[in-house]
């Protein structure tokens, strides 16, 4: 029997899918900018290494990406082509678009990086950098690529026509985010793959459906040329003026998003309204948005490893074992005081060496949509007050300029002068060293789909505090971190407090709760459970 009629006879017997392919933007190790990089790639190595999957990712190799240096080879098709065409047509003229496509197999995982002009240029994964700024003003940093619909379409098209020529027909494509939602359409209704295609199920993952993350276009008819698409599935597509490319999943692919929590709230709650009412549409439409919370690789964040994570010192939340904990605390205090410097991050403020009051951390994008203006609200209220009961507090990351400034301005207060330290900027090997040196880590996000913050801060023994929203509800009050339910300043230093009360007062408390922490990630929250539900979903799409 052929491989086809082997993968049909399967699917139809009701037997588990095998044949796995993901279309992603980011994949960590290789491309990040979010959490989608973590997911995509532990997702990817879970299912070969517990489900018995054959896996294969595609994604754009970009400018910063060395295929060479990484162990990547060019890929050759037939009698020694090295590339092909893809179509790439403009509303006025037809276009063509030379790529080429490098393989490497990682942790079992096959990855294809797509390789094309329009990809090697860039020097960020969705936005301008500093660099390209220098040398085009109007590409400032922070932007999104003026071409973002293009590259998207490029890459879909791309990982299709990549698909027939090595005459591999999955079982099912996996589209994370609305950088690879347009696939399904394009698989369904194109000529030149809605045949070869027929048997391969597709499944969309909505990583953020908050507004500016769709993807979507409101030029209509460079959507059309550049797609392909019949006018009337453009026309059925849009959301507002909009083409929106998860609306043109709908019906063509079962659809999920990252948590259970984030799904009830995208189809049952006013919450939606943040997405531009996408949830509702699709509920409209019939289309159900599934929930499945993202897990984790606990390994990936054992401080029983310290030199793998380039830690001071290992220790086990899990065992109650912390001695290790507290020289990794003095270790972050030690790098926050007035001498530390990492390449690419800039300290402002600094931490006095007192490790006898509780560190609170933070690590993230600093936006609105993480809270961080609603930390700059909190931080005062906490650190004016003359208790005994007092704190210090590092922060990493960056993100919105005027966001950045009223933190720099609040650590450099010099009635805060050791209190508070800024770390601008963004290292891994710093952030690991402060997710083990904090005592509680900090997520006071607007709205957050999963999160996978405070997973990592729980693996090393640093307690969550967050909004109850979205994926943020896996936290649970009291038992595995702290959390509050109306998102404002108030509410967030309240429990701040709370958290800090019960460090000076019952420590014992504490400890039990990083016990109970890791625990729980490691019955629940691990890969290994979560592609069970995946498994099952990945069954249900290859039946539409």
Sequence with gaps: MSGQKVQSARRSSGLAVRDVLMVSREYDMLAGAGGVKDVCRQLAEALVRHADCRVRVV?????????????????????NRSSFAVDMHYPDRERREQVSVWHNRLQGVDVYLIEASRFAEKKGVYTYTADDETQEPWQRCGMGHYDYFAMNILLQKATLDLLILLNDQPDIIHCHDGHAATLPALMRELP??????????????????????????????????????????????????????FVSAAGRAVMNTVSENYARELQQTSEDARTGWLGHELLKRGVKIFGITNGINPED?????????????????????????????????????????????????????????????????????????????????????????????????????????????????????????FLNGYDPGLANRVYAGGDFFLIPSLYEPCGLTDYMAQLMGNLPVVHHVGGLVKVVDGETGFAYTQHGAKPLAQTMQRAVSLYFNHPERLLAMQKEAVLRIHKTSSWKQVIRKYCKLYTTACRV
């Design 192 to 245: 030149g793959y809605r045949h070869f295609f027929v048997d391969t199920g597709a499944l969309v993952t909505i990583h953020n459906a908050g507004r500016g993350y769709h993807q979507e276009i409101a030029d209509l008819t460079f959507c059309q040329a550049v797609t392909g698409l019949p006018s009337s599935v453009i026309g059925d597509s849009l959301l507002g003026n909009c083409f929106d490319p």
């Design 301 to 421: 964040y054992n401080p029983e490893e310290p030199d793998i994570l380039g830690l001071a010192a290992g220790f086990s939340p899990a065992k109650g074992d912390l001695a290790g904990k507290a020289v990794c605390k003095n270790d972050l205090l030690a790098l926050c005081s007035r001498d530390g410097h990492w390449p690419g991050v800039t300290r402002h403020g600094y931490l006095a060496k007192t490790p006898e009051l509780p560190l609170l951390s933070f690590i993230g994008r600093l936006t609105p949509q993480k809270g961080v203006d609603l930390l700059l609200q909190a931080i005062p209220l906490l650190l004016a007050e003359k208790k005994e009961e007092t704190f210090q507090l590092v922060l990493l990351g960056s993100g919105e300029p005027e966001l950045e400034q009223q933190l720099e301005i609040l650590a450099t207060r010099a009635s805060f002068a050791g209190r508070i330290c």
């Design 59 to 79: 994604l754009p190799r970009y400018g910063f990406i060395d295929p060479t240096g990484l162990g990547f080879s060019k890929v050759v098709f037939g009698a």
